[in-house]
């Protein structure tokens, strides 16, 4: 069992930053991976960024490439989201998931391949 619990959420001006956090307790020694995904009003959820806790390899949205950096303390079983350059399109719930048995390393995107969820945070720019 684990759980996520995401922070760091608000509302940003456009061209600004916001850091997500993700702290993850129970069975995390696993050497899994945590990915990033988000869901704005009306559309489905989609993939924003992810890292394997042992390496620490990345992969990211093309949307959010440049913009964005996952990086992750594993002292800590934290996950960071660090978002730059902000806009308003980056609005939505932001949900930090964990796969455990590393099913999603050939498919960091695939929501399907995470199997625990945080509760999500709201991340709102204003335009």
């Known amino acids: 069992q684990v759980q996520l619990v995401e922070s760091g959420g608000g509302l940003v001006q456009a061209g600004g930053s916001l850091r997500l956090s993700c702290a993850a307790s129970?069975?995390?020694?696993?050497?899994?991976?945590v990915g990033w995904f988000r869901q704005a009003p009306g559309k489905e959820r989609e993939f924003v960024a992810g890292?394997?806790?042992?390496?620490?390899?990345?992969s990211y949205a093309d949307s959010v490439k440049g913009r964005f950096t996952i990086s992750r303390d594993n002292a800590k079983n934290t996950v960071y989201l660090q978002m730059n350059s902000l806009k308003p399109e980056d609005t939505a719930v932001y949900y930090c998931?964990?796969?455990?048995?590393?099913?999603?390393?050939?498919?960091?995107?695939?929501?399907?391949?995470?199997?625990?969820w945080g509760q999500g945070t709201q991340v709102t720019v204003s335009s």
């Open positions: 890292i394997r806790w042992v390496g620490g390899s990345t």
């Open positions: 129970g069975r995390t020694s696993s050497g899994g991976a």
């Open positions: 998931a964990a796969d455990i048995y590393r099913r999603s390393y050939p498919y960091p995107s695939n929501e399907n391949l995470y199997d625990y």
